[in-house]
């Protein structure tokens, strides 16, 4: 499966009032002390955001909490929404993409799909670091 690349960045309202259709996964800008976090993804051996499908019944906004724990053990507060990634893989897809504060982050953590978290800081990131990851940490990071 090919790495999704970034497309285009929309500045939207949260999904129901757009023009766009409906995120089809969620990422998390997810800001502590030391830089936004990252998690190191086992399968497509990158590092990028929090972020993963939407399930049914569930809200983006659930979305990119739920996956922000589940990969990076961490807890969103004063979660914000920023806008729709557009990113290709082969075929278009859309993602919400949501901003937080993390007032911890643990000093290790990994799990079936991550393998380790590092935080990213203009002009200091981890390699290799996905291209949509990338373009949407030098706007919102």
Same mark, same amino acid.
Not at 26 to 33: D, E, L, P, Q, T
Not at 105 to 110: D, K, T
């Given at each position: #499966? ?21 995120? &089809?996964?969620? !990422? #998390? ?5 030391? $830089?936004?976090?990252? !998690?190191?993804? /086992?399968? =497509? ?15 983006? =906004?659930?979305? &990119? ?8 053990? *961490? ?7 920023? $806008? #729709? +990634?557009? +990113? ?11 901003? *937080?504060? +993390?007032?911890? !982050? ?5 799990? !079936? ?5 590092? =935080?990213? /800081? ?12 990338? &373009? ?6």
């Amino acid at each position: #499966m090919p790495l999704a690349r970034f497309v285009n960045f929309h500045e939207t309202p949260e999904p129901g009032g757009g023009h766009l259709p409906a995120p &089809a996964f969620a !990422v #998390m800008i997810a800001r502590s002390r030391d $830089g936004a976090v990252l !998690v190191f993804n /086992r399968f =497509r051996q990158v590092w990028e955001l929090p972020g993963g499908f939407i399930d049914p019944g569930e809200s983006p =906004r659930q979305c &990119a909490q739920r996956e922000l724990e589940e990969e990076a053990g *961490c807890t969103a507060r004063d979660t914000r929404w920023l $806008g #729709m +990634v557009e +990113v290709n893989d082969g075929r278009t897809h859309f993602g919400a993409v949501f901003r *937080c504060s +993390v007032d911890t !982050v643990p000093a290790q953590f990994e799990n !079936v799909e991550s393998a380790g978290l590092s =935080r990213w /800081r203009r002009g200091q990131a981890p390699a290799p670091l996905g291209h949509s990851d990338a &373009a949407l940490l030098e706007r919102f990071g």
